[in-house]
């Protein structure tokens, strides 16, 4: 590996190991559960989790370095045993630069239900652009729950895909957005939980549903440069 590279990889290890706190922070993961990738950008190389390290053994330096067939490179940890659902997803969508998996509750019982998640909330249209929707039933093993993540979630505004009786995936255009998207997932599954069992959740037009992502997406946050008056 040139200098350059290598600097590109240490800093993604060093980002992936932090944003794995992310996980436990916000009550996503049990036990050893849960993994957080990034792509190495320019390259056909990824940095995630060690498989079976406790999350607070991780750091920077056991971060594994994979190829995108989910292969170890040389010297490195076993990686994490949902990598090869992470490599499909950078092989098959470009644009995604960050891969997250959790089992957390709210979601994962969504999920056991094969129900995706009705928008019925501002902050669900802001986050997802409408409902967070349900992929289907795969094994470990093989390129299977990589191809369920990717049909699912292309051409699709949601980030998150409940994956059938398994747990949650959502992409980012970096890691850091695809940890945003499944503490956001979660969030949003424990309300709309909560207004199920309180009654009947009140539908949202789908012009609202619209507007409020468009804002969102493209408006809302902090401006590099704010207006002197504000
Ligand atoms: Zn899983």
Redesign the pocket.
């Known amino acids: 590996m040139n200098a350059e590279l290598t600097r590109q990889v240490n800093e993604l290890r060093e980002s992936v190991a932090r944003l794995h706190a992310e996980l436990t922070r916000y009550n996503l993961v049990a036990w050893t559960?849960?993994n957080v990738s990034a792509r190495v950008p320019g390259h056909d190389l990824m940095v995630i989790k060690p498989s079976g390290v406790d999350y607070d053994d991780l750091s920077a330096e056991n971060m594994v370095l994979c190829d995108l067939d989910g292969r170890p490179v040389a010297g490195e940890l076993s990686p994490s045993s949902?990598t090869a659902a992470h490599a499909y997803v950078y092989r098959a969508m470009p644009e995604v630069g960050g891969v997250v998996?959790?089992?957390s509750t709210y979601a994962t019982a969504w999920a056991a239900c094969g129900e995706s998640i009705p928008c019925h909330l501002t902050a669900q249209a802001d986050e997802f652009g409408g409902e967070i929707p349900v992929g289907p039933f795969a094994l470990?093993g093989g390129d299977d729950i990589g191809k369920g993540i990717v049909s699912t979630l292309t051409g699709h505004r949601s980030p998150a895909v409940l994956?059938r009786n398994?747990?949650v995936f959502t992409i980012g255009g970096n890691a850091r957005a695809a940890v945003k998207a499944a503490v956001m997932c979660e969030d949003v599954a424990r309300t709309a939980h909560l207004a199920r069992v309180l009654g009947q959740p009140v539908p949202m037009a789908q012009a609202d549903i619209d507007a409020l992502y468009d804002r969102y997406q493209n408006v809302y946050g902090q401006r590099s440069s704010p207006p002197a008056n504000s």
Do not use: E, F, R
């Open positions: 559960a849960g949902d998996h959790t089992h470990i994956m398994h747990g």
